[in-house]
Nanobody, 125 residues
């Protein structure tokens, strides 16, 4: 059983920062890439940022580029999302996903095999 557990969400004001963490535990598996997605009320789940396990290559959605930073700690199997200059439009449930498929960081949610339960981020104006 593979578990992904997100933490770090909360209620903040516009301009504030939050750091999300996604801890991976359970049976050993090799994730090619891990990414953060988010789902705002009434919207589809959308890609936010991703990182490859081996080389640490990253990719970002245009809407968060320059404000969010994804990183990983391979020693404790944790992926982080540092979110700065938060805006009300960033309000969503944030999920981390792990993909075992090679070929770069995919922005398609259906290419991820493992998901966490999500953590709520609310940004007030």
């Amino acid at each position: 059983q593979v578990r992904l557990v997100e933490s770090g969400g909360g209620l903040v004001q516009a301009g504030d920062s939050l750091r999300l963490a996604c801890a991976v535990s359970g049976r050993t598996f090799t994730a090619y890439a891990m990414s953060w997605f988010r789902r705002a009320p009434g919207k589809e789940r959308e890609f936010v940022a991703g990182i490859t396990r081996v080389h640490g290559a990253t990719a970002y959605a245009d809407s968060v580029k320059g404000r969010f930073t994804i990183s990983r700690d391979t020693g404790d199997n944790t992926v982080y999302l540092q979110m700065n200059s938060l805006e009300p439009g960033d309000t969503a449930v944030y999920f981390c996903g792990a993909s075992t498929l090679a070929g770069g960081i995919t922005r398609r949610a259906d290419r991820y095999q493992y998901w966490g339960q999500g953590t709520q981020v609310t940004v007030s104006s």
